[in-house]
């Protein structure tokens, strides 16, 4: 499970990280970029969605969630992730064609998306 300090929970920041319009997406799967630290002692805090609209079961979605939030963790723990680590937040946000998959294919999407990021 991920740790309370690096998960995003409030409404607000959610709503900062939405704002920047900074996006990738990737096989099912769209990763939301906030700014970029100023302070490097804070740690990368993410959040994890999907929304009512892609499932109307909750059991998927909160299975989708399960995936992409594991798989972060390991990636998170291996240090495989050290761009991503230079923004404040992240946002993983699952749609429809990422329902049906494994646990390595989320995890292969869920990398690709963190390497790609790009700083503006």
Known sequence: MLKKDLRLKKDSA???TYRIRH???FSG??????????????PTKA????????????VK????KRLMRESY???LKEGKIEKSQKFMSLIFVGQEKALGQSFLQ?????????????EK
């Open 14 to 16: 959610f709503s900062a």
């Open 23 to 25: 996006s990738y997406a």
């Open 47 to 58: 959040g994890f969605v999907v929304s009512k609209k892609t499932h109307k079961r909750a």
């Open 73 to 75: 963790r390991l990636l």
């Open 29 to 42: 799967i769209v990763l939301w970029v906030g700014k970029l630290k100023t302070d490097f002692q804070t």
């Open 61 to 64: 979605r909160n299975r989708l």
């Open 106 to 118: 989320i995890n292969e999407t869920v990398l690709k998306l963190l390497n790609g990021i790009r």
